[in-house]
C-alpha cells in the first residue's frame, strides 16, 4: 500500500452530516524539517499544543455539491490551496468508500497573515471533523496518520498536551501520541508577532530540499537523537535549563539547514534577531530563565515557566513596545464541538 493511501474500509457510511470540530497549533521542542514520500519525518519530534492559537473547522458531506468548497477566516480557497484541502478530502473519501463533496468552514483564533502556521492546527481540525462528519470513528494513533498526510505537524495537534511524533516506517506507524497531559508543566509560549504575511517558501517545498544541506546528515544521524534524550529527560525531570539549551539548539539549526540548501531560504529578519538579542542578553540576564524558539518564520517563541508571567509582561512593554503577543499555555489536543 501506497505511504499516501489509506486502507479502505468494507462499509460505505449510511449516514454523512456534518460535524465541528477544534485543533490548536503546536510549537516543536524538536523539529521537524525534511521529509519523505507521505510526509514521512526522519526523526521523532515533540511538540506541546498552543492553548490560544486554535482553528474551529466545520464540514458538511452533501450529495448535491457538485464541487468541494472550503472557506477559511470567511474567504473562500481557490487554486493549490482549495486542491490541497480537496486532497485531503479524497483521504477520507477513499478510506470510507465514498464520494460525496464537502463543505468546510473554518475559522482561526489569530487574525489571518499573522505568520503563525495554521497548517497543524488546520489539517487537525480537518481531520477530526471529516471523519466524524461521515458517521465514523478512528482511533486517535489512526486519526494522527491521517493528519500528518495534510501537513506533518498536523499529526501532533491530535493529542493533548506534550506529544512525541514517532518516526515509524510507513503511514500507519509514523504517528503522534500524548507523553504529558496539558497540566504536568506550566510552561507559557509567548509568540512575539513581528512579520504578518504568508513566507515566500512555505514549509512543503522546505522538507523536499533540507537533505540537500551539508549539515543535514549530521543533524538526523547524531544532533536530534541526543537533542531527543535531552529533551525527554527535561521533561521528566523539568529542568527549563536543560529544555532551554536544547530548543535554543535546535531552532539555530533548523535555519541553518535552511540557510544552506541548494536553494537556500533565509526566514529570518532583522527583527527576529533583534528580538533574540534582547530575550538572551537582557531578560535572561536579568534572571527570567526564558528560551526562543522559532518556526520557519521569522516570529520568535519565547519559552518560561509560568510563574514568570509578571516579569515577562513588565519586559516585554519595556523594551518591545507596540510588539503583537500572543500568550499560550500547553493544551489538549483536537476535540468535536457544536
Ligand atoms: O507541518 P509542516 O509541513 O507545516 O512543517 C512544520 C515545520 C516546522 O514548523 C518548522 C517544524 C515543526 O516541527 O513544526
Same mark, same amino acid.
Given at each position: 500500500m501506497s505511504a499516501d493511501r489509506p486502507r479502505i474500509t468494507e462499509s460505505r457510511p449510511e449516514r454523512l452530516g456534518s460535524a465541528r470540530a477544534i485543533a490548536h497549533a503546536n510549537i516543536a521542542l524538536i523539529k521537524y524539517w525534511g521529509n519523505k514520500e507521505g510526509?514521512?519525518?526522519?526523526s521523532d519530534t515533540i511538540s506541546f499544543n498552543l492553548s490560544n492559537c486554535t482553528t474551529k473547522t466545520s464540514v458538511s458531506w452533501n450529495r448535491a455539491l457538485p464541487h468541494d468548497s472550503v472557506f477559511i477566516d470567511g474567504v473562500e480557497l481557490s487554486d493549490k490551496k482549495l486542491e490541497r484541502a480537496s486532497r485531503h478530502l479524497d483521504r477520507v473519501r477513499r478510506q470510507f468508500g465514498f464520494r460525496e463533496k464537502a463543505l468546510v468552514v473554518s475559522e482561526n483564533s489569530f487574525p489571518m497573515g499573522?505568520?503563525? #502556521? $495554521?497548517s497543524a492546527s488546520g489539517f487537525a481540525a480537518l481531520s477530526l471533523a471529516a471523519v466524524a462528519a461521515a458517521g465514523q470513528e478512528l482511533s486517535q494513533k489512526e486519526l494522527s496518520a491521517l493528519a500528518r498526510h495534510g501537513s506533518? $505537524? #498536523?499529526?501532533? $495537534?491530535?493529542?493533548?498536551g506534550f506529544v512525541l511524533w514517532h518516526t515509524g516506517e510507513d503511514s500507519e506507524s509514523s504517528y503522534a501520541e500524548s507523553i504529558?497531559?496539558?497540566?504536568y508543566w506550566a510552561l507559557k509560549d509567548t509568540v512575539l508577532i513581528l512579520e504578518e504575511g504568508e513566507k515566500a517558501v512555505g514549509s512543503s517545498e522546505g522538507h523536499k530540499l #533540507? @537533505?540537500? $544541506?551539508? @549539515?543535514f546528515e549530521k543533524r538526523i544521524k547524531e544532533n536530534v537523537p541526543r537533542r531527543l534524550e535531552q529533551i525527554h529527560k527535561a521533561l521528566e525531570t523539568k529542568d527549563i535549563g536543560l529544555l532551554g539549551v536544547t530548543i535554543e539548539e535546535e531552532a539555530r539549526e533548523l535555519h541553518l539547514i535552511t540557510q544552506t540548501t541548494d536553494e537556500p531560504v533565509n526566514y529570518l529578519t532583522d527583527s527576529t534577531l533583534k528580538v533574540i538579542n534582547i530575550l538572551v542578553r537582557k531578560w535572561r540576564r536579568e534572571g527570567i530563565p526564558v528560551y526562543f524558539t522559532l518556526d520557519a518564520g521569522p516570529n520568535v517563541h519565547a519559552i518560561y515557566p509560568s510563574e514568570f508571567t509578571e516579569q515577562m509582561l513588565a519586559v516585554r512593554e519595556r523594551d518591545l513596545p507596540g510588539v503583537t503577543f500572543i500568550d499560550n499555555s500547553p493544551s489538549k489536543g483536537a476535540e468535536i464541538i457544536k
Open positions: 510526509n514521512l519525518p526522519y499573522v505568520g503563525i #502556521a $495554521s506533518g $505537524s #498536523a499529526s501532533r $495537534s491530535i493529542p493533548d504529558y497531559p496539558p497540566d #533540507a @537533505h540537500t $544541506s551539508p @549539515h
